[in-house]
């Protein structure tokens, strides 16, 4: 079996372990709405050219009565203590995030906002990171805005790299199209792309006088909008498959956030393309932008706030949606020095409607509620079902970035803060918060360094656990950024193995130890409230589940095969050359010309403990009586029956489809009475790895 191979197989198992162990969403209930009749009409009164004015001729709102701008102090003072910069991935959540920390910046002169960013890209500048898609292009906007006040060469670097590989090396459609999520997507394109690239292109034109970045980002409306918009609401679907031809969803479904993206790009397009660039286009961005405006304004609303799905009311109110609408509106008047009275009004509107879901929690930190997690494209039930919560690194960044846009432009009208609390589902703080119920709290708002603190205080299977799956998380993520860099051929297949050998083996070493305590309480379980995965740039979210042994087992498996490969590996690389093409895998195992040291053997009998963790694992499963529904591990993992999905990461899967992928054909599947056949498939290769290892031993 060749490297690629390898990789290739290896991205498979890493997709099935990673449904496996973050394999379903809770649910928020949907809201009912009424249209916001007063603010339509204030849309649709004809504005003369009279009323657009200066931002220096506008009569401001008295700043001592106008709250939004100190709001967003409290919200990006709330972020800096409790995350550190090094906590926030590379990655599309982040870099939104630091786009408004550096607008804040420039609104406030606060030197905090500026250096907090700073921070971070300087993290992971001197550390790993990797430019795989487009949801890991945005950071390199930052990048930019860095260079321009401190022309460090460094900044212009990774800006330059993240150029090669949106221009050279980037997965593309057939029309050109870039694949949003690279390897893991596959030939498709998301809206959010044109959010994720565009105003890094325009301020690496802008910066260094190569006029291709306009060319490019011409070339992706034009590919997106041909494929995406709807003629009829100017509304962009979520996804296009090149290679199915099919977009989604099917039905005319507008997801909020993703026409946020879109609508944002416009306002991009129109104030940077160079005339020339845009006389090229065969359609106009000001008559499409204003298309999107004039839909969101007839759309049903509710004090400001959007459905996740525009143009359906039975989906719930969500925060993010509004804030990019406002963000665009704001956007645009400053890019062309002017206000318009009326978009002000607007846009204040959607922006209270954001103010009217802050509070303050028990712990003194002020929270932005309602914005859903990471999206994939889906049914319209799929998006109803994506959990919201508090202070999403996105939602915040959002915030930030309107409110700073809002004080280049001018005020309308004093904003407030909310008269009555959000009816929005948050997390408050245990007070005192110690121990693993703080541990737990922090797994919920994603901060693993200070869960991690909590659980490593005691000594209980519950501490035990959570800090295993914590680690279990990281790892598996770290596998997915590592096989799309190498997909993208930004590291090398010896680097790879070289991680395998180095930091998965040293979390995989740490999971095994600390599962090894809990596996001797036979009647453990537990539960956790939320899981948010922020800092590995998945911003994906898992409701309450209960965790029993059947995951102890699971993650016990995982940790085990990574160490052995780590072994073996690391004592025999020429590993990753076992030919199964023309025998079966036990006979290529038999033999292959072993290299007779103690960590071959060790490896080997690691990967044998694991693959035994896994069956007990699927035995745990199988014995269980009740309906699993809200287990971490659902039983139709183990009857190998319905669908699975981690949404803001992948998209639904069916998972007979997904066993398929390892190799087994259709005709297999429907013969399988898992979990028992897929138990009894997993013991010959255990059995077979047996036999290597005692050979082996007789012979070092």
């Not at 041909?226 to 509304?235: I, S």
């Not at 009004?345 to 932005?368: C, F, H, K, M, P």
């Not at 869960?451 to 035990?464: H, K, L, M, N, P």
């Amino acid at each position: 079996m060749n490297i690629r191979s390898w990789v290739d197989r290896a991205r498979v198992l890493l997709l099935v372990a990673a449904t496996l162990g973050l394999a379903a969403c809770g649910s928020d209930q949907g809201s009912d709405s009424v249209p916001d009749g007063a603010l339509q009409d204030t849309v649709a009164r004809q504005v003369d050219q009279a009323d657009i004015v200066a931002p220096s001729d506008l009569q401001p709102a008295p700043s001592e009565d106008d709250q939004a701008l100190p709001l967003a102090r409290d919200l990006a003072d709330t972020w800096l203590r409790t995350y550190q910069p090094q906590q926030n991935a590379w990655s599309w959540g982040a870099g939104v995030l630091m786009m408004g920390m550096m607008d804040l910046y420039d609104a406030t002169g606060d030197v905090r906002y500026y250096e907090y960013a700073k921070a971070w890209i300087d993290y992971h500048l001197a550390n790993d990171y990797f430019i795989t898609s487009s949801d890991t292009s945005i950071p390199g906007h930052t990048a930019l805005r860095l260079y321009e006040i401190d022309p460090d060469p460094k900044y212009m670097a990774v800006a330059d790299e993240i150029w090669v590989y949106l221009s050279e090396k980037a997965g593309r459609t057939s029309e050109g199209g870039l694949n949003h999520l690279g390897l893991i997507s596959g030939n498709q394109i998301w809206v959010d792309s044109l959010f994720m690239i565009g105003p890094f292109l325009m301020k690496y034109a802008e910066l260094t006088g190569n006029t291709e970045p306009y060319d490019e980002y011409a070339l992706q409306f034009s590919v997106f909008r041909k494929n995406l918009r709807d003629p009829a609401t100017g509304l962009y679907r979520h996804m296009y498959d090149d290679t199915e031809k099919t977009s989604t969803p099917e039905e005319p479904h507008f997801w909020g956030r993703g026409n946020g993206w879109v609508y944002v790009g416009y306002q991009v397009a129109k104030n940077h393309l160079p005339t020339e660039v845009q006389n090229q286009l065969s359609f106009s961005l000001d008559a499409d932008s204003q298309h999107m405006l004039d839909t969101f304004t007839s759309v049903d609303t509710v004090d400001g706030r959007f459905h996740t799905i525009v143009n359906e009311p039975s989906t719930y109110l969500e925060t993010s949606a509004g804030l990019l609408y406002a963000y665009a509106l704001y956007y645009d008047m400053a890019a062309k020095s002017i206000a318009d009275p009326v978009q002000q009004q607007v846009a204040e509107a959607w922006l209270q409607g954001a103010i009217n879901q802050t509070l303050v929690d028990n712990a003194g930190d002020t929270l932005l509620l309602g914005t859903s997690y990471g999206t994939s494209p889906g049914t319209l039930e799929y998006y109803d079902q994506v959990l919201k919560g508090e202070n999403v690194a996105y939602g915040v960044g959002l915030y930030l970035l309107a409110t700073a846009a809002r004080e280049q432009v001018g005020k309308v009208t004093a904003l407030s803060l909310p008269a009555e609390l959000s009816d929005e589902q948050f997390m408050q703080p245990p007070i005192p918060c110690e121990g693993v119920p703080c541990g737990k709290f922090h797994v919920g708002r994603g901060n693993f360094t200070a869960a991690i603190e909590q659980f490593s205080q005691e000594q209980t299977s519950d501490a035990y656990f959570f800090e295993a799956a914590i680690e279990t998380v990281r790892m598996g993520f770290d596998a997915f950024y590592q096989i799309d860099a190498l997909s993208a051929k930004d590291i090398t297949g010896a680097e790879l193995i070289e991680w395998v050998n180095t930091d998965a083996y040293t979390k995989a070493l740490k999971i095994h130890r600390l599962l090894d305590n809990v596996k001797q309480d036979s009647s453990f379980q537990s539960t956790l409230d939320r899981l948010l995965i922020l800092e590995s740039g998945g911003q994906s979210a898992i409701g309450s589940r209960e965790y029993d042994l059947g995951e102890v087992y699971l993650f016990d498996a995982l940790a085990n095969v990574v160490t052995g490969v780590a072994l073996i590996t690391g004592a025999d690389p020429t590993l990753t050359e076992l030919d199964t093409t023309s025998q079966s895998l036990n006979m290529a195992l038999m033999s292959h010309p072993w290299k007779q040291d103690n960590n071959t053997l060790k490896g080997i009998r690691t990967i044998v403990d694991g693959l035994d963790s896994l069956i007990m694992a699927l035995e745990v499963m199988d014995a269980e009586t009740d309906d699993q529904s809200d287990d971490l591990v659902p039983n139709n993992v183990g009857r190998l029956e319905g669908t699975l999905s981690i949404p803001g990461l992948l998209l639904e899967t069916d998972i007979q489809e997904l066993v398929m992928g390892i190799g087994l054909s259709q005709e297999d599947v429907d013969k399988l009475e898992a979990p028992g056949d897929l138990i009894a498939f997993l013991r010959p290769i255990a059995s077979t790895l047996k036999v290597v290892a005692t050979l082996l031993d007789l012979v070092i």
